[in-house]
Structures are given as C-alpha cells and as structure tokens.
C-alpha cells in the first residue's frame, strides 16, 4: 500500500511541535506552575524534558521510522512474533481515549472563541457561574466537542501531506505569532514584573516530593509521548530528517511556548491581584476576569486580547488532536486495508460516543463513577497516569534493549548515539518507573 510522506523536513517538525503544544502548554503548564509555586518547578519540568520524556520522543521517532508503520504494525516488522505489540495496542487504546476526553476540553475552547469574537463574553462578569453553566449543560459542549472532531476528522481524512502538513505549516507560525503580540501585552500591563520574577525566580523550599512528581508528568503529557503518537508521525518522515534534531527542535518549541504560555498569564495575574494557585479553572473562569479588570476601560483591548487567546487555544488543541486521532487511522487504515477516509470516519465515531460520556460527566452523570472518578476524570487517570508512562517506559526499555542495535544507530545517526542508548536503557525507564508506580498508589 502507497503510504503517506511529510513532503518537507520543517513540514515534519511543524506537524511534531504541532502534536506537542497544545492544551498541554497553554492550560495545562500555567496550572500546574501556578500551584507547584513557579520557576522551581519550571526547572525541574526543564530535567523531566532533557532526561525521560525527550528520550522517549526519540526512541519513538527510531521505532516510526525503522519500520515505516503505524504504532502496533512497528513492532511486528521490528519484532516479530514478540510481545512487544502490547505496547502498540496499549498507544491505540490510549489514542482513542486522549482523544475523547481531550476534545472535551478542546470543544470548551472553541465555545470560548466564538463567546470572545461575538462579545457574548464580555456581556457577563459572573465567570465562574458561566462556566459552570456551559459544562453542565447537556447538549451544548457535546455540540462543540462535535464540531471539533469534525474538523480533526476532515484534516485527518485529507491525508499526511495535503491535510496534517498543510495545516501545521500554516497553523503553527500563525500560533507563534498570536503568542508574541499576547506576552507583549502582558508584559506592559501595570505591576507586571511581580508575575515576572514568579517565573523565573525559583524557590526551591517550595519543592517537594509531589512537585517532582507533577513536573514528570507534565513532561510526559505535554510532549505527547508514550502512546505512539510520534512514533505514527515519524512513519511518515524521510531518511534526511535528522531524528535527534527534530526531538530537540520539538522539545524546545514545546517548552518555550509552554514558558511563554506562563509570560502571558501570570503578569496579567498578577497586575490584576488574582491568585497564581486558582486550579484548572484557570483559563476558563480567572482568565475572563483578569481580562476584564485589566481592560474593562479599554473594550476594544480586552476583545482583542481575549479574543486572541481562545483562538490560540483553539488552534494549539487542533493541531494536537489531529495527531491523536491519527494513531487510529494509521493502524485501521493499514491493518484493515479501510481507505483513509473510513478509516478516520471510525476513529471519529468512536471518540464522539465516548467524547458524548465525559462531556455529560459534568452535568447528567455527574453523579456516574467508576471507581470513584467521573468518566471524564476516569479517562484522563487512565491516559495521563497509567497508559502514558507505561507506554513510554516500553518503547525505551525496547530501543535500548531488545531492538536491533545497528538499526538503532542508523537511525539515531548522531554523535549522541552513546549517550541516548544510556538514556533509553536506565535513566529514562527508572525515572519513568517512579511516576508509573507513584501515580497508581497515589492514584
Ligand atoms: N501534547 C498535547 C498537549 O500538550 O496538549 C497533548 C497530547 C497530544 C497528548 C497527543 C497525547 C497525544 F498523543
């Protein structure tokens, strides 16, 4: 079967970076900055990034690119008749189920963007009352969650080149560039310099064994690693693009988007004297407000600013979904010989009934638990915290270990070779190994 290529390098870097920011940065990161007390555990994160979660970025760009498959077919081109498949079937399960939870949240943003550019937003001031109104109600994020996948959906179908790629390279600079004109607005609000040195002033007698904890797994989630996401991607990269480059391309615009998300955020935060530690309402409930009393005798700024900021949202979820939803797509349209197009319509159908379940989880079935979790909370538990440092810790345990090493180095190609086979095969699956066994006893 003809299989898709990125046509270009920087297209295959764009798509990559596309994947990694995301909600991840820009909702994500700030949150859990704000309550780990700031640039102490900016550095740590930094570590996390360096030591386990790029290891595993790379060691899924080696598995993607060796065997030029989708997540559970590389290991059967690369191991045989071994039961190191589990793992790919453990990355399209955890596909599906980041996708479902994932464009929940993704569909908030978009009713946020439409709310910011009709002015409908700043028609209220009660924020908290808002949300909680718009997430409970039955049918109107699943209309948004609906929308979204729809979208993802369309890119996906289109195919590697003229849908994934094309898009990235035209979504990512715009993301960049929103992300300028934002800190630059940000930066000149009054009292300013407080949110400033909240970054990068690190106190570290706020560090404790749960902040490490917390800035490994915003490693993991924000790189997108662990599930085969990037090992589908790099499937589709050619022999030129260098591998060790393109994860430290990746990484790095990662983390400075995610730092950069922390420059927009905690100056207007902090000149408008709200509290840095208000929790995953962050974005959706403290942000309005801060744009309203940073601005409310400018409306024409505040439309601006918040404007901008959900359609960055928008934008930064998109092109990370489309990279989930891909995992599936890969494996049905390969293993099943679907044409793209079903294929994706399968995917798609899939997550919109199980996206339907965790969107109602906030309002019908708030009352539902599993296990003393929500669907919704139930789905990310299972993603973030079992799937994702399982998965990562399988695929480095296999690079390093059990995969053939000349084929390794072939890929790797680089002088760092020595040094990420150290990576891949102690450090980066014992400190994985921590998260994986803190986060199912702390659960
Ligand atoms: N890295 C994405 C973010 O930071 O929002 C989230 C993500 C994308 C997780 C793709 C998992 C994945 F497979």
New binding site residues.
Partial sequence: MERGNFGSKIGAVLAAAG???????IW?FPTECGSNGGAAFILIYILCVLLLAMPVMVAEFVIGRASRSNTVGSYRVLAPGKPWVVSGFLGVL??FM?LSY?SVVAGWTLDYAFESISGGLLAHTDYGAVFNDFVSSPWRPVVFLGIFLFVTHCVVAAGVEKGIERFSKVLMPLLLLIIFVLIGFSISMPNASTGISFLLKPDFSKVTKDVILSAMGQAF????VG?G?LATYASYFNKETKLVKTALGVCTI?TMVAVSAGFIIFPALFSVGVDADSGPGLVFITLPYVFNEAFGNMPVLEYIFSALFYVLLVL??LT?TI??HE?GTAYIHETFKLTRPKAAMVVTAICLTFGIICSLSFGLWKEVTVMGMTFFDLFDFITAKFL?PLGGLLICTFVGWDMNKKLVASELNSRFTPLLMILFSWVAPIGIGIIFVYGLISG
């Fill in positions: 994947s990694a920011v995301g909600l991840g940065n994500r955890g596909g980041v994932y989630f924000t790189l997108s599930i996401t990662d930064a979820a990370s990279s989930m995992i994702m």
